[in-house]
């Protein structure tokens, strides 16, 4: 049967074909969809983790207790989970297992752009890189193979245009057959002690060399004689932009990006003219080409940066342009909070408070966009509450003061905790703020363990933040409605100006929870013409269901007014009106 | 280089239902026997900035994003998203846009104003430029919010999938209880022309 995937939908159904019998991920774009739909396939125990290192663990279990598991992750997760994965490489597996790494070229959705390949020459494990949904499947399914062939994890490469992408797939059945997962003690291969790794190390070696061999005559590997002048190794998508590009010309294509085929490639380079390596990010395979004494053209022509596309391709070969139709300068259309979003009015009070904030990854990271301004460091997930403690052990005592870390209830629960520890174990003065909209928002809604439930929809235990908080020995720990500005602000002055550590917590669900227990939407407000002066003062939050309308006289004058399809009845431009002039429509 | 592709786009604002039109008009294709390809992003743009979807179809799709201007078909939610999409089209190519404005940040808090006249420039530069009130005549064929499908309608008649792979799409895509009201608002789109 023949349907519609995006790469991700592939990819989970790759992992069901495959019998897999666990997947476990952190959210994360564009990696995401891929856990949402395992989902789908009752014989695969789905679950949220709350970080990706946690992810990997539980999959390397299910791998050891005899099954196959799926484990999820965009590029930067698989910072966080490096250090099972390089271990992983040398004890192997049980059950296959397969890492997806999702990258980000071109940062549509990431804070960098780094190339996961670069993992796993690094972590010295197998990876494969399709290029459309049929082989994302198809990939799939081949990489829990290798794994249990190769007694190695396998790595699967994505990017957000192949995540992303959708296109024509052929379904298939799953697997049956594979072995019960029971238990089987084997420590000499699964405890890591010096003494076993010693042993496992030149396994590992080994079966890097044993791949490239058989990559030569792997079907993934695929030599494409057309026009000999020109011979392109692609893979990945690029593979797709070079068909488009150009055409006839000879194409190395690589399904295994790590350990590369050297046989192949020195057989291509041999019947072509001119060779050139076509990859985004990274000159992965160029550099390894060019080691083994081949001349080729890569980065020369193609940038390091961002994300590869037909007309960037046709410029590196100088190829014709279709001419272009003149687009004129058009005001920008960047993201924003939603209307009644309640990060919304702790963004403003610390803009008015003027606090440093160090900040985190989350929908909260726009709180940086003008009006709102007030996001000073963004660097990695849970990094908001160490930086505040170091800029603590440098700044002027009353600098201190005006440190606030800001993280979101997912983002504390996936690597902000250790933080909080340090902040409390060396009293570092800095205030943290812990967003708690009971849910991971940016991504799309994940539950996480604080939320109550599972990603299978199960209820479950949701974990208490303040007395988690309080467990870790933080003495000053307060409460807040964020919907309530004078709360808000009082509030967090107060703790700004004490001399050490201190957490508030916003107790308000995001908009969007889609329980119908959770957001209840208040009565929409409108806008009194005859009382608004003009003031501008509730613009400041940036809300988009506010409008200003001009006056259209031509002069500065105007007044506000509420969408009221857009708004949600948060209050909070209300308690801004010093004039009365916006209230609920009852 | 085989030509017989078709190149959408399919732009407007995070949140405007871009995405299960573009669903709605793969699905299309497929039925009609094509290869078929999309890609856009998500994440970031689905908090009301700016969205594109690239769909392909045709005997054999490689790229899935549509090559920088050779567009066939630019088909608009938003008025200046569409303006801000004409470099992705091929010159001659086609433009079925809705006469909807939503404004951006800088415009809502008084900075800047939503430009004027976009219509008349775009249809300076694209002869063929359809405008069409789709939640006008959404509301006609019994609910605004089929405006969506009203613009499907009107792109169809300018793509070589027969009628009835749009209704098998339509059947599939959308949810029973709005499926006839979503089949009136397609033909609506199909006939304004």
């Given at each position: 049967?023949?349907?519609?995937?995006?790469?991700?939908?592939?990819?989970?159904?790759?992992?069901?074909?495959?019998?897999?019998?666990?997947?476990?991920?952190?959210?994360?774009?564009?990696?995401?969809?891929?856990?949402?739909?395992?989902?789908?396939?009752?014989?695969?125990?789905?679950?949220?983790?709350?970080?990706?290192?946690?992810?990997?663990?539980?999959?390397?279990?299910?791998?050891?207790?005899?099954?196959?598991?799926?484990?999820?992750?965009?590029?930067?997760?698989?910072?966080?989970?490096?250090?099972?994965?390089?271990t992983l490489a040398y004890t192997g597996v049980r059950g296959g297992l397969v890492l997806v790494a999702a990258d980000d070229p071109e940062m549509h959705s990431s804070q960098n752009e780094q190339d996961s390949r670069n993992y796993a020459r690094f972590a010295k494990v197998p990876m494969l890189e399709p290029s459309d949904s049929q082989e994302c499947k198809e990939f799939t399914r081949l990489a829990f193979e290798l794994s249990e062939q190769y007694d190695a994890p396998v790595m699967l490469r994505s990017s957000t245009r192949i995540s992303h992408g959708k296109s024509v797939?052929?379904?298939?059945?799953?697997?049956?057959?594979?072995?019960?997962?029971?238990?089987?003690?084997?420590?000499?291969?699964?405890?890591?002690?010096?003494?076993?790794?010693?042993?496992?190390?030149?396994?590992?070696?080994?079966?890097?060399?044993?791949?490239?061999?058989?990559?030569?005559?792997?079907?993934?590997?695929?030599?494409?004689?057309?026009?000999?002048?020109?011979?392109?190794?692609?893979?990945?998508?690029?593979?797709?932009?070079?068909?488009?590009?150009?055409?006839?010309?000879?194409?190395?294509?690589?399904?295994?990006?790590?350990?590369?085929?050297?046989?192949?490639?020195?057989?291509?380079?041999?019947?072509?003219?001119?060779?050139?390596?076509?990859?985004?990010?990274?000159?992965?395979?160029?550099?390894?080409?060019?080691?083994?004494?081949?001349?080729?053209?890569?980065?020369?022509?193609?940038?390091?940066?961002?994300?590869?596309?037909?007309?960037?391709?046709?410029?590196?070969?100088?190829?014709?342009?279709?001419?272009?139709?003149?687009?004129?300068?058009?005001?920008?259309?960047?993201?924003?909070?939603?209307?009644?979003?309640?990060?919304?009015?702790?963004?403003?009070?610390?803009?008015?408070?003027?606090?440093?904030?160090?900040?985190?990854?989350?929908?909260?990271?726009?709180?940086?966009?003008?009006?709102?301004?007030?996001?000073?460091?963004?660097?990695?997930?849970?990094?908001?509450?160490?930086?505040?403690?170091?800029?603590?052990?440098?700044?002027?005592?009353?600098?201190?003061?005006?440190?606030?870390?800001?993280?979101?209830?997912?983002?504390?629960?996936?690597?902000?905790?250790?933080?909080?520890?340090?902040?409390?174990?060396?009293?570092?003065?800095?205030?943290?703020?812990?967003?708690?909209?009971?849910?991971?928002?940016?991504?799309?809604?994940?539950?996480?363990?604080a939320s109550g439930f599972t990603l299978m929809d199960d209820p479950t235990h949701a974990i208490n933040i303040p007395l988690l908080c309080k467990a870790l020995g933080v003495k000053n720990i307060r409460v807040i409605n964020p919907l309530d500005l004078e709360e808000t602000r009082r509030v967090i002055a107060e703790e700004m100006e004490r001399p050490e550590p201190s957490v508030i917590i916003t107790n308000k669900p995001c908009v969007l929870i889609k329980r119908d227990d959770v957001f209840q939407k208040g009565p929409v407000y409108a806008v009194d013409a005859y009382k608004?002066?003009?003031?501008?003062?509730?613009?400041?939050?940036?809300?988009?269901?506010?409008?200003?309308?001009?006056?259209?006289?031509?002069?500065?004058?105007?007044?506000?007014?509420?969408?009221?399809?857009?708004?949600?009845?948060?209050?909070?431009?209300?308690?801004?009106?010093?004039?009365?002039?916006?209230?609920?429509?009852? | 280089?085989?030509?017989?592709?078709?190149?959408?786009?399919?732009?407007?604002?995070?949140?405007?239902?871009?995405?299960?039109?573009?669903?709605?008009?793969?699905?299309?294709?497929?039925?009609?026997?094509?290869?078929?390809?999309?890609?856009?992003?998500?994440?970031?743009?689905?908090?009301?900035?700016?969205?594109?979807?690239?769909?392909?179809?045709?005997?054999?799709?490689?790229?899935?994003?549509?090559?920088?201007?050779?567009?066939?078909?630019?088909?608009?939610?938003?008025?200046?998203?569409?303006?801000?999409?004409?470099?992705?089209?091929?010159?001659?190519?086609?433009?079925?846009?809705?006469?909807?404005?939503?404004?951006?940040?800088?415009?809502?808090?008084?900075?800047?104003?939503?430009?004027?006249?976009?219509?008349?420039?775009?249809?300076?530069?694209?002869?063929?430029?359809?405008?069409?009130?789709?939640?006008?005549?959404?509301?006609?064929?019994?609910?605004?919010?089929?405006?969506?499908?009203?613009?499907?309608?009107?792109?169809?008649?300018?793509?070589?999938?027969?009628?009835?792979?749009?209704?098998?799409?339509?059947?599939?895509?959308?949810?029973?209880?709005?499926?006839?009201?979503?089949?009136?608002?397609?033909?609506?789109?199909?006939?304004?022309?």
């Amino acid at each position: 049967m023949k349907t519609i995937l995006s790469g991700n939908e592939a990819i989970a159904r790759g992992a069901y074909e495959a019998g897999c019998l666990v997947a476990c991920a952190y959210p994360g774009t564009p990696s995401t969809e891929i856990l949402q739909n395992t989902l789908q396939y009752k014989e695969i125990n789905s679950s949220w983790a709350p970080n990706e290192k946690v992810a990997l663990e539980v999959a390397i279990g299910a791998s050891f207790g005899g099954g196959r598991a799926l484990c999820t992750m965009k590029h930067v997760g698989v910072n966080v989970a490096a250090d099972p994965l390089f271990t992983l490489a040398y004890t192997g597996v049980r059950g296959g297992l397969v890492l997806v790494a999702a990258d980000d070229p071109e940062m549509h959705s990431s804070q960098n752009e780094q190339d996961s390949r670069n993992y796993a020459r690094f972590a010295k494990v197998p990876m494969l890189e399709p290029s459309d949904s049929q082989e994302c499947k198809e990939f799939t399914r081949l990489a829990f193979e290798l794994s249990e062939q190769y007694d190695a994890p396998v790595m699967l490469r994505s990017s957000t245009r192949i995540s992303h992408g959708k296109s024509v797939v052929e379904l298939g059945e799953r697997v049956t057959g594979l072995p019960v997962p029971k238990l089987e003690k084997n420590p000499a291969k699964l405890v890591m002690l010096p003494g076993n790794a010693r042993v496992r190390h030149p396994l590992v070696e080994q079966k890097l060399v044993d791949l490239s061999k058989a990559a030569a005559t792997m079907p993934i590997n695929r030599l494409e004689l057309r026009d000999k002048t020109i011979g392109i190794i692609t893979a990945g998508i690029c593979y797709q932009y070079v068909r488009e590009v150009l055409p006839n010309a000879s194409t190395l294509k690589l399904g295994m990006v790590h350990p590369l085929p050297h046989d192949l490639i020195r057989e291509f380079a041999a019947k072509v003219d001119t060779l050139y390596v076509i990859e985004e990010l990274d000159p992965f395979i160029e550099d390894q080409v060019k080691a083994m004494g081949i001349p080729a053209i890569g980065k020369e022509i193609i940038s390091l940066c961002g994300e590869l596309t037909p007309g960037r391709l046709r410029a590196a070969f100088k190829l014709p342009q279709p001419s272009e139709s003149s687009v004129e300068k058009l005001p920008g259309r960047p993201p924003n909070m939603c209307p009644g979003c309640p990060h919304r009015g702790v963004f403003y009070t610390l803009n008015q408070l003027k606090a440093y904030v160090t900040g985190d990854i989350g929908c909260y990271t726009l709180g940086f966009m003008p009006p709102l301004s007030a996001m000073d460091t963004c660097v990695c997930m849970g990094a908001s509450i160490g930086m505040a403690t170091g800029v603590t052990k440098v700044v002027s005592d009353e600098e201190k003061k005006k440190v606030v870390a800001v993280i979101g209830d997912s983002t504390f629960l996936h690597t902000g905790l250790n933080g909080l520890m340090d902040m409390v174990y060396n009293n570092a003065p800095a205030t943290v703020i812990i967003l708690d909209n009971s849910i991971t928002a940016m991504t799309g809604r994940q539950d996480n363990p604080a939320s109550g439930f599972t990603l299978m929809d199960d209820p479950t235990h949701a974990i208490n933040i303040p007395l988690l908080c309080k467990a870790l020995g933080v003495k000053n720990i307060r409460v807040i409605n964020p919907l309530d500005l004078e709360e808000t602000r009082r509030v967090i002055a107060e703790e700004m100006e004490r001399p050490e550590p201190s957490v508030i917590i916003t107790n308000k669900p995001c908009v969007l929870i889609k329980r119908d227990d959770v957001f209840q939407k208040g009565p929409v407000y409108a806008v009194d013409a005859y009382k608004c002066t003009g003031c501008r003062a509730c613009l400041k939050i940036g809300c988009p269901a506010i409008e200003w309308l001009p006056a259209g006289d031509g002069s500065k004058k105007g007044k506000a007014n509420i969408d009221p399809l857009l708004c949600t009845g948060c209050d909070v431009c209300r308690q801004l009106c010093k004039f009365d002039a916006i209230g609920s429509v009852k | 280089m085989s030509r017989q592709i078709t190149n959408i786009l399919l732009v407007g604002v995070g949140g405007q239902g871009i995405l299960l039109a573009s669903e709605i008009l793969s699905e299309a294709a497929m039925l009609a026997g094509f290869d078929v390809k999309k890609s856009e992003i998500h994440g970031m743009s689905q908090r009301g900035g700016s969205v594109v979807s690239h769909v392909r179809y045709g005997t054999e799709i490689n790229s899935p994003i549509v090559p920088e201007g050779e567009g066939d078909i630019l088909f608009g939610f938003e008025l200046m998203e569409t303006a801000r999409s004409l470099s992705l089209l091929k010159p001659g190519g086609s433009v079925v846009a809705n006469d909807l404005q939503i404004s951006p940040p800088s415009v809502l808090m008084g900075q800047e104003l939503y430009p004027e006249g976009l219509a008349a420039r775009i249809k300076a530069q694209f002869s063929d430029f359809l405008l069409v009130d789709g939640q006008k005549l959404a509301t006609t064929a019994g609910n605004a919010k089929a405006a969506n499908t009203v613009l499907l309608g009107a792109v169809s008649k300018r793509l070589n999938i027969p009628e009835e792979f749009w209704m098998k799409a339509l059947e599939k895509m959308v949810p029973a209880r709005a499926l006839e009201i979503n089949k009136r608002a397609f033909q609506m789109g199909r006939e304004f022309q």
